[in-house]
């Protein structure tokens, strides 16, 4: 299982501590970087940053959502930063959910998630593979556009710059059991929200046909500390915001996906308080045991085993959220 350090999207500004952190990354031997992007900082900028300091480790966005770039757009970056770092990029995206796709991006949720996601994915890889014209005759991203509103004067393009990899890797940020799938078939990797290595039943028969070499690659935050209950605080405030927060009361992925995991009503709850604006008692109502299921929290023995579990499952790469180099340490010495 190799590790990976995931950065996440910026608050209110650049965290200061995000370049030594992925400086250090690389000189402890994690595998690969990764940055995000909600609704403020995106995923490529910080990424490229990074990859102007540092040699070796990957880079990956987890994720880059699809909303906000074309898949021709969303081509480009990933092949001019793979060109830039010497081959070291990987492209993980994100549907994200109607709430940010139509209130943020300004665009329909699409009616058919999988087939948007479908066709995405299928319009990137033919830009890397750069055999022939991108041509597709598709419902959500048709290229060249065909549209009553357009001027039929499209012409289909293949991209003048030659892409150092064609196979470099796609990865999707999935949640609902169809879209991981989905996800198996037509992408290189999964990273999933929530990761429970003692709940892998509840994705089994999404991963049924898993090929070999697939990527599982689950974002987990990490903190060496005495005290498992106030280390677990971010870990709930994250919970509460995404669970209550990221997604509309009546369509929320990571709330189902909390429900699909054994917290149905805790999930519910959740929703209720922070969407009544009570942002703090959302937060203490998360679990502490799903909390803590979920993420890596404690003195370096707890740690020590309960990353065991992480790697007996299928688990390929452990994104790790790291708040100090400390931590980055520990789990480095603990996974070699």
């Known amino acids: 299982m190799r590790l990976?350090?995931?950065?996440g999207y910026w608050g209110r500004g650049p965290d200061p501590a995000h370049l030594d952190l992925a400086v250090e990354a690389e000189r402890l031997g994690y595998d690969s970087v990764w940055t995000a992007e909600a609704w403020g900082s995106d995923a490529f900028t910080p990424l490229t940053w990074i990859a102007a300091h540092?040699?070796?480790?990957?880079l990956g966005t987890a994720i880059a959502q699809m909303a906000a770039r074309s898949p021709t757009a969303t081509a480009m970056h990933a092949l001019t930063l793979d060109h830039?770092?010497?081959?070291?990029?990987?492209l993980g995206l994100g549907l994200s959910g109607?709430?940010?796709?139509?209130g943020w991006y300004g665009r329909p949720f699409p009616a058919s998630p999988l087939t948007a996601t479908r066709e995405y994915v299928d319009v990137i890889r033919q830009v890397l593979r750069r055999e022939a014209p991108v041509a597709l005759d598709g419902r959500f991203h048709g290229h060249p556009y065909r549209g009553a509103d357009g001027t039929g004067l499209g012409k289909a393009l293949r991209p003048i710059t030659h892409p150092l990899r064609a196979d470099l890797p796609v990865l999707l940020g999935a949640e609902g059991p169809k879209n991981i799938a989905q996800t198996t078939r037509i992408a290189d990797g999964w990273l999933p929200l929530y990761w429970?290595?003692?709940r892998t039943d509840v994705h089994q028969a999404s991963l049924a046909g898993v090929p070999e070499g697939f990527l599982i690659a689950p974002m987990t935050r990490a903190t060496v500390c005495d005290d498992v209950a106030e280390g677990l605080l971010p870990v709930k405030a994250m919970l509460g915001f995404y669970i209550g927060g990221m997604g509309h009361a009546a369509?929320?992925?990571?709330?189902?996906?909390m429900g699909r995991m054994g917290y149905e009503e805790e999930a519910r709850r959740i929703q209720e308080l922070f969407l009544a604006g009570r942002k703090e008692e959302a937060v203490l109502a998360v679990p502490d045991a799903f909390a803590d299921e979920i993420s890596l929290v404690g003195p370096r023995e707890?740690?020590?085993e309960r990353l065991d579990l992480w790697r007996k499952g299928p688990v390929t790469d452990l994104l790790v959220t790291a708040p100090d180099p400390h931590t980055l340490r520990v789990l480095a010495e603990l996974n070699s």
């Open 84 to 90: 830039l770092s010497g081959g070291r990029m990987m």
């Open 98 to 102: 109607p709430q940010v796709v139509e």
């Open 251 to 257: 369509r929320n992925f990571h709330a189902d996906l």
């Open 54 to 58: 540092t040699s070796r480790i990957r």
């Open 302 to 304: 707890r740690i020590a």
């Open 196 to 198: 429970s290595p003692t």
């Open 4 to 7: 990976g350090l995931a950065l």
